[in-house]
Each structure stands twice: as C-alpha cells, then as structure tokens.
Nanobody, 121 residues
Framework: VQLQASGGGLVQPGGSLRLSCAASGSIFSINVMGWYRQAPGKQRELVAFITKAGGTNYVDSVKGRITISRDNAKNTVYLQMNVLKPEDTAVYYC????????????????WGQGTQVTVSS
C-alpha cells in the first residue's frame, strides 16, 4: 500500500486548507485511515481517523474545525481544516492500517510522506 499526501501550505489564521491522501496498491486490507501531525519540538499527535464504515474520531483540539472524510471510489481520505490556528502548524502525515488500535497507537503499517501546514500571518 502506498499513500500519497498533498494539500499543505501557508495560510493565515482563520483560513482553510484541505489535505488529501490517496491510497494505492493492496488496499483491500485497509480498514482505517487517519492523519497525525507533528509540530517542532512536540510529540506526534493523532488528529483524526475514519474507518471503512465511516466512523470518525477527532482529537479534542480540532473538533468543530476539522472534518475527515473519505471517497471510497477514489481510495482517498480528506482532511478539511477550517478556522486554522497557529497551533495547527505542523507536518501532517496520513496513515492506514487494518486495525483502529494499531493506528491509534501510532503503529500503522502504512504512512505517507508528510505535508507541511503553516498557519501564520
């Protein structure tokens, strides 16, 4: 399984960005996909994940501002980020796994390359 992330960039506080993560290869085994982020000097943090059935989960700090969704026909997961704050600045990584537990533990089998999100005026 290969994951290709895109969509990062520089945005002003209060702005929006949409990240995409396209999966290819032997994706039949994938049941959950998600996004982690890592800011300079901080630990990696799980932002959100979505199961094949469409169940979602978010870290408290992004609830109401960030939405994860998926297009099964395109094997792509999106992270729509609104009302961005400077503290959202980080490298964002998409990931995928067979199990939610592995993804939540940061032990996903598959990771995409990071995409930088910078929120600054």
């Amino acid at each position: 399984v290969q994951l290709q992330a895109s969509g990062g960039g520089l945005v002003q506080p209060g702005g929006s960005l949409r990240l995409s993560c396209a999966a290819s290869g032997s994706i039949f085994s994938i049941n959950v996909m998600g996004w982690y982020r890592q800011a300079p000097g901080k630990q990696r943090e799980l932002v959100a994940f979505i199961t094949k059935a469409g169940g979602t989960n978010y870290v408290d700090s992004v609830k109401g501002r960030i939405t994860i969704s998926r297009d099964n026909a395109k094997n792509t997961v999106y992270l729509q980020m609104n009302v961005l704050k400077p503290e959202d600045t980080a490298v964002y990584y998409c990931c995928a796994d067979k199990t939610v537990l592995a993804l939540m533990a940061g032990r996903s089998d598959y990771w995409g390359q990071g995409t930088q999100v910078t929120v600054s005026s």
